[in-house]
């Protein structure tokens, strides 16, 4: 099945600052979710946004969705070195099948 | 707390073995996935299941067969395992949430993944 895209692949940025992770698709979806993995665990699910929302917030967390340019992102506002961890977008096609992005690799330093 | 919990952090088998791997989830979901998770290529859905005693096959089901006597448990089997079976795998559960079975239009959650080395 088709791979969700995501980038950057690896986001190295200073504690304080924001991160911005994208997510691109090239299908219609149903929803699209963004989860993390500390590493070597397993993932955790953050944020579902429908394809009929533009924008939703979690804490610092805040994703936006834009279905005409078939992409997300994810924004970390005010980043801590806890947030160090991979995002992975998943979204879910009309299917209902889930596709995966490969992840970004985001690394706060203190 | 919920929890999805997987039998183990860490294996090593040999190849041709025949492998367990286990799943347990506490939250009485009718979905549960068996993913596989490798460097640079996401997630890969090997096998799901919305019901008890159903499966269906995920993207890369070759190698690999699950059972779901229970609710609560999903068990991948590797039937003889081989080098290139060397990976993270991720037991995922969800609620059915939708009218195609296997939808995962809710949060699904994770357990803490299964690094098997296959020598």
């Known amino acids: 099945s088709q791979q969700g895209e995501e980038d950057p692949q690896a986001l190295s940025i200073q504690e304080g600052e924001n991160a911005t992770m994208n997510c691109s698709y090239k299908?219609?979806?149903?929803?699209l979710q963004w989860y993390r993995q500390n590493s070597g665990r397993g993932l955790v699910h953050l944020i579902l946004?429908?394809?009929n929302e533009r924008e939703k917030h979690s804490g610092r967390l805040r994703v936006t969705l834009d279905t005409s340019k078939k992409s997300s992102s994810l924004l970390i506002t005010a980043s801590r070195a806890a947030d160090t961890a991979s995002y992975f977008c998943?979204?879910?096609?009309?299917?209902?099948?889930?596709?995966w992005g490969a992840g970004t690799k985001l690394i706060i330093k203190p | 707390d919920v929890k999805v919990t997987q039998s183990s952090r860490y294996l090593v088998k040999r190849t041709g073995e025949k492998v367990f791997l286990e799943c347990v989830q506490d939250?009485?979901?009718?979905?549960m996935f068996w993913y596989r998770q490798d460097p640079g290529l996401g997630l890969r859905l090997i096998y799901f299941?919305?019901?008890?005693?159903?499966?269906e096959k995920g993207d890369i089901p070759e190698g690999y067969s699950v059972s779901r006597e229970k609710k609560e448990r999903f068990s991948l089997i590797l039937e003889s395992a081989s080098t290139n079976q060397t990976s993270m795998y991720l037991c995922?559960?969800?609620?059915?949430?939708?009218?195609?079975?296997?939808?995962?239009?809710?949060?699904?959650?994770f357990g803490q993944g299964t690094r098997l080395t296959v020598v």
């Open positions: 299941s919305y019901d008890v005693k159903m499966k």
């Open positions: 998943a979204f879910m096609d009309s299917n209902y099948q889930l596709i």
């Open positions: 995922a559960s969800s609620t059915l949430g939708t009218s195609r079975p296997g939808g995962m239009n809710t949060e699904a959650f």
């Open positions: 939250m009485d979901h009718e979905n």
């Open positions: 299908t219609s979806i149903n929803n």
């Open positions: 946004i429908r394809s």
